[in-house]
């Protein structure tokens, strides 16, 4: 069939009208494209209080950051965003363009550690150390030449920071690979005590003649007689007594020498992880009672003996050792009495102190002397100054005590036996029990023991 000119025009024109419209829906999309996918997070590191600024490829129109707290953006032109680092972390920067654009950040904010590195590299050149730091320790890493290089930028980096933890694992060439502190103390306790004393009391009686005269001279620093309805009442008769019946006079002496030796010797052995503190007691806990209410007692207990505590820290092939020693001891004499108990005081002999030695060497703590003397003298006025009898009207108490404690330290470093390194146990030359006293073995057929069968010789042909 043919068309006519009119009608195919109309036809043509009615197609127009049909492709025209979805020619400008394809234009349409073309002007609003799809939201374009997110590139890889990309890492901006930053040091806590310093700034940095990042540029984009399209004009910025909306930011946001996780945490402000550890650092925040502000955009400062259409196409770059400012970044200040407060405080170490990660937090995630997020960017909006026109368009549906989109770039996200990780934002790494770490401890200025600049300064630090810089000021170890100047004080320690040539030495190899790392110095990385987190929010709650600072760590210090690498390989040094002398120990004493590695305790010097230990104390460095902990006065740079107070309030935090120094981890330091630089190593030192010859350092032991040892974690554990083996420390053998050896406690050593001597007193000396002597106690003098002199004392005379005289009294006398009714004596024929004198039947109305009664006397008694004392300087009533010892116990002396006294007189009780005509009698006389001795509370202690001291060392020596002399009395005449005839006269009835009579005299109490007190001639005492005392000498006394005491001497305790203990030889702990503790074992400790480095770093960490061990104690050791030897002795025991005495009762202090207390009122916790209206008729209502407590008690609780006070420690006392030869007692150790040690921290120990490897450094190297150094050890260094914060000790305190203390050796104690109950005194009745000082003691208190409360509510009917008797509280006993404590006499305590203490040392603390930090040292630095290497494996198997000593020390000693030594020079802790406790002198006391005591001297304690009673006269009789006027007649103790009369000559020949004025020593009899004198008395007199003199009491010397010395006390020295020695306290001699090995630190040495020590590792777990393997099983093959494990000695055997000490055996006894003979049995405990000697055999034949088993209730089995007498009877009949026997009954405690049961031998094995015999081996079997298997021979092959």
């Given at each position: 069939?043919?068309?006519?000119?009119?009608?195919?025009?109309?036809?043509?024109?009615?197609?127009l009208?049909?492709?025209?419209?979805?020619?400008?829906?394809d234009?349409?999309?073309?002007q609003?494209?799809?939201?374009?996918?997110?590139?890889?997070?990309?890492?901006v590191?930053?040091?806590?209080?310093?700034?940095?600024?990042?540029?984009?490829?399209?004009?910025?129109t909306?930011?946001?950051?996780?945490?402000p707290?550890?650092?925040?953006?502000?955009?400062?032109?259409?196409?770059?965003?400012?970044?200040?680092?407060?405080?170490?972390?990660?937090?995630?920067?997020?960017?909006w363009?026109?368009?549906?654009?989109?770039?996200?950040?990780d934002?790494?904010?770490?401890?200025?550690?600049?300064?630090?590195?810089?000021?170890?590299?100047?004080?320690?050149?040539?030495?190899?150390?790392?110095?990385?730091?987190?929010a709650?320790?600072?760590?210090?890493?690498?390989r040094v030449?002398?120990?004493?290089i590695?305790l010097?930028?230990?104390?460095?980096?902990?006065?740079?920071?107070?309030?935090?933890?120094?981890?330091n694992?630089?190593?030192?060439?010859?350092a032991?690979?040892?974690?554990?502190?083996?420390?053998?103390?050896?406690?050593?306790?001597?007193?000396?005590?002597?106690?003098?004393?002199?004392?005379?009391?005289i009294?006398?009686?009714?004596?024929?003649?004198?039947r109305?005269?009664?006397?008694?001279?004392?300087?009533q620093?010892?116990?002396a007689?006294?007189?009780?309805?005509?009698?006389?009442?001795?509370?202690?008769?001291?060392?020596?007594?002399?009395?005449?019946?005839?006269?009835?006079v009579?005299?109490?002496?007190?001639?005492?020498?005392?000498?006394g030796y005491?001497?305790?010797?203990?030889?702990?052995?503790?074992?400790?992880?480095?770093?960490?503190?061990?104690?050791?007691l030897?002795?025991?806990?005495?009762?202090?009672p207390f009122?916790?209410g209206?008729?209502?007692?407590?008690v609780?207990?006070?420690?006392?003996g030869?007692?150790?505590?040690?921290?120990?820290?490897?450094?190297?092939?150094?050890?260094r050792?914060?000790?305190?020693?203390?050796?104690?001891?109950?005194?009745?004499?000082?003691?208190?009495l409360?509510?009917?108990?008797?509280?006993?005081?404590?006499t305590v002999r203490?040392?603390?102190?930090?040292?630095?030695?290497?494996?198997?060497?000593?020390f000693?703590?030594?020079?802790?002397?406790?002198?006391?003397?005591?001297?304690d003298?009673?006269?009789v006025?006027?007649?103790?100054?009369?000559?020949?009898?004025?020593?009899?009207?004198?008395?007199?108490?003199?009491?010397?005590e010395?006390?020295?404690?020695l306290?001699l330290?090995?630190?040495?470093?020590?590792r777990?036996?393997?099983?093959?390194?494990?000695p055997?146990?000490?055996t006894?030359?003979g049995?405990?029990?000697?055999?034949?006293?088993?209730?089995?073995?007498?009877?009949?057929?026997?009954?405690g023991t049961?031998?094995?069968p015999?081996?079997v010789?298997r021979?092959?042909?």
């Amino acid at each position: 069939m043919t068309m006519t000119g009119p009608i195919r025009r109309a036809a043509f024109g009615v197609l127009l009208l049909i492709l025209t419209p979805l020619a400008g829906f394809d234009a349409l999309h073309a002007q609003a494209p799809p939201p374009q996918a997110a590139p890889p997070y990309a890492r901006v590191p930053l040091t806590a209080g310093r700034s940095t600024v990042l540029a984009t490829d399209f004009d910025i129109t909306r930011i946001a950051v996780t945490n402000p707290a550890i650092a925040d953006a502000v955009v400062v032109q259409p196409r770059e965003i400012l970044v200040d680092g407060k405080a170490p972390g990660t937090i995630s920067l997020i960017v909006w363009g026109p368009a549906n654009q989109r770039v996200q950040y990780d934002v790494v904010v770490e401890q200025p550690v600049a300064a630090l590195q810089q000021q170890l590299g100047l004080l320690f050149p040539g030495e190899e150390i790392q110095v990385a730091l987190n929010a709650d320790a600072i760590v210090l890493s690498g390989r040094v030449s002398a120990t004493e290089i590695m305790l010097r930028a230990g104390e460095i980096a902990k006065a740079t920071a107070p309030k935090g933890n120094v981890i330091n694992l630089l190593q030192v060439p010859g350092a032991s690979d040892a974690r554990q502190v083996m420390l053998q103390v050896r406690f050593a306790e001597v007193n000396r005590r002597a106690i003098t004393e002199l004392g005379a009391s005289i009294f006398t009686g009714p004596a024929p003649g004198f039947r109305d005269w009664v006397g008694r001279g004392t300087t009533q620093q010892f116990p002396a007689p006294e007189f009780k309805e005509d009698e006389l009442v001795f509370s202690d008769f001291l060392n020596l007594f002399l009395f005449n019946t005839n006269y009835n006079v009579g005299a109490v002496l007190r001639l005492l020498k005392q000498t006394g030796y005491f001497q305790s010797l203990a030889e702990p052995n503790l074992i400790a992880y480095n770093g960490q503190e061990a104690s050791f007691l030897a002795g025991g806990e005495f009762p202090i009672p207390f009122s916790t209410g209206i008729g209502a007692v407590s008690v609780v207990f006070k420690e006392f003996g030869v007692r150790l505590n040690f921290t120990p820290t490897i450094a190297g092939d150094l050890i260094r050792l914060h000790v305190r020693p203390e050796v104690s001891s109950l005194d009745f004499n000082n003691g208190i009495l409360l509510e009917g108990f008797r509280i006993p005081a404590l006499t305590v002999r203490r040392a603390e102190t930090d040292v630095e030695l290497r494996d198997g060497q000593s020390f000693a703590i030594a020079g802790l002397i406790d002198n006391e003397a005591q001297l304690d003298e009673a006269a009789v006025p006027v007649l103790s100054r009369l000559p020949i009898i004025g020593p009899l009207f004198k008395s007199k108490a003199d009491r010397q005590e010395k006390t020295e404690l020695l306290v001699l330290i090995t630190p040495r470093l020590v590792r777990p036996l393997d099983p093959d390194e494990v000695p055997a146990l000490p055996t006894l030359p003979g049995r405990f029990l000697p055999s034949g006293d088993d209730i089995g073995e007498q009877l009949e057929g026997g009954g405690g023991t049961v031998d094995p069968p015999a081996p079997v010789r298997r021979v092959t042909r």
